[in-house]
Nanobody, 121 residues
């Protein structure tokens, strides 16, 4: 069992930066792949970034590539999402998730409660 708690959301002007944190409970954090998703009002939840259990592999979607960076600190049981050059369209509730890969299929088993990020003009 893993419990996830996001923090670091807030209001920022376009072009600014925020860093989201996701603190995990449980001794098995190091064995999980971690990801960030987001959901804007009236839209479906979408993938943002992913990091492997070892931290050796990361992935970000094209819409945030070059602006967002995912990282993890296993000593702190925390995964981060550094968001730079924020745009209005980045406004959403951001969720972290913990999961595993079975074959070619990802399974996100645990979710945080979400953190609101609002980008203003």
């Amino acid at each position: 069992q893993v419990q996830l708690v996001e923090s670091g959301g807030g209001l920022v002007q376009a072009g600014g930066s925020l860093r989201l944190s996701c603190a995990a409970s449980g001794r098995t954090f190091r064995s999980y792949n971690m990801a960030w998703f987001r959901q804007a009002a009236g839209k479906e939840r979408e993938y943002v970034a992913r990091i492997s259990w070892s931290g050796g592999s990361t992935y970000v979607v094209d819409s945030v590539k070059g602006r967002f960076t995912i990282s993890r600190d296993d000593a702190k049981n925390t995964v981060y999402l550094q968001m730079d050059s924020l745009k209005l369209e980045d406004t959403a509730v951001y969720y972290c998730a913990a999961g595993s890969l079975s074959g070619s299929r990802w399974s996100w088993d645990y979710w945080g409660q979400g953190a609101q990020v609002t980008v203003s003009s």
